[in-house]
T-cell receptor, first 110, second 114 residues
Framework: DQQVKQNSPSLSVQEGRISILNCDYT??????FLWYKKYPAEGPTFLIS?????DKNEDGRFTVFLNKSAKHLSLHIVPSQPGDSAVYFC?????????FGAGTTVTVRA | DTAVSQTPKYLVTQMGNDKSIKCEQN?????MYWYKQDSKKFLKIMFS???????INETVPNRFSPKSPDKAHLNLHINSLELGDSAVYFC?????????????FGPGTRLTVL
């Protein structure tokens, strides 16, 4: 029973344009949301997070939006760069446990 | 200098064997985790240790036994390996046992059971 869902397995975007990654969740008790980035043959690395009491958090080119009423999270990357090509995992916490989505593979085209 | 390291990186073994995966973190963190990434790519928490004490055990078969000899190490021993155990196993650590602490992941161990 997956509580965090990333319905788009892949996304292709041109360099310099915006990448928008989406994530839906079913558990209203989640209190903290995160995005992780993963390159092949490496472990996930933390990218950005947002508390359930906020609706937006920005860090450089990365912005995360939270819509609690819709149980929806999104990550905006602007402008997209070739080094952003990776798998992006949405994750959420409840009771100190981290639940992950299946990931979205982003390919940035030159 | 790798923050969270795992050995081995690849492990190929026969059904029924017993194997161990080792994890070490040099970040001085109190909390360590084991995750399993299955064929559908979901990362699922298996165990969490805080200051060498087990705090999360997510209905993992008792063939899986984690051991934390000290705060910097969390090893995973698997008895009587089954085909369904084939997956990538990730170790992670965080500063404290807190929902908001960033978890740092190791590079993963790809286990293939034949």
């Amino acid at each position: 029973d997956q509580q965090v869902k990333q319905n788009s397995p892949s996304l292709s975007v041109q360099e310099g344009r915006i990448s928008i990654l989406n994530c839906d969740y079913t558990n209203s008790m989640f209190d903290y949301f995160l995005w992780y980035k993963k390159y092949p043959a490496e472990g996930p690395t933390f990218l950005i997070s947002i508390s359930s009491i906020k609706d937006k958090n920005e860090d450089g080119r990365f912005t995360v939006f939270l819509n609690k009423s819709a149980k929806h999270l999104s990550l905006h990357i602007v402008p997209s760069q070739p080094g952003d090509s990776a798998v992006y995992f949405c994750a959420a916490t409840q009771d100190y446990k981290l639940s992950f989505g299946a990931g979205t593979t982003v390919t940035v085209r030159a | 200098d790798t923050a969270v390291s795992q050995t081995p990186k690849y492990l190929v073994t026969q059904m029924g064997n017993d194997k161990s995966i080792k994890c070490e973190q040099n970040l001085g963190h109190d909390t360590m985790y084991w995750y399993k990434q299955d064929s559908k790519k979901f990362l699922k928490i298996m165990f969490s240790y805080n200051n060498k004490e087990l705090i999360i055990n997510e209905t993992v078969p008792n063939r899986f036994s984690p051991k934390s000899p000290d705060k910097a190490h969390l090893n995973l021993h698997i008895n009587s390996l089954e085909l369904g155990d084939s997956a990538v196993y990730f170790c992670a650590s965080s500063d404290t046992w807190s929902s908001t602490d960033t978890q740092y992941f190791g590079p993963g161990t790809r286990l293939t059971v034949l």
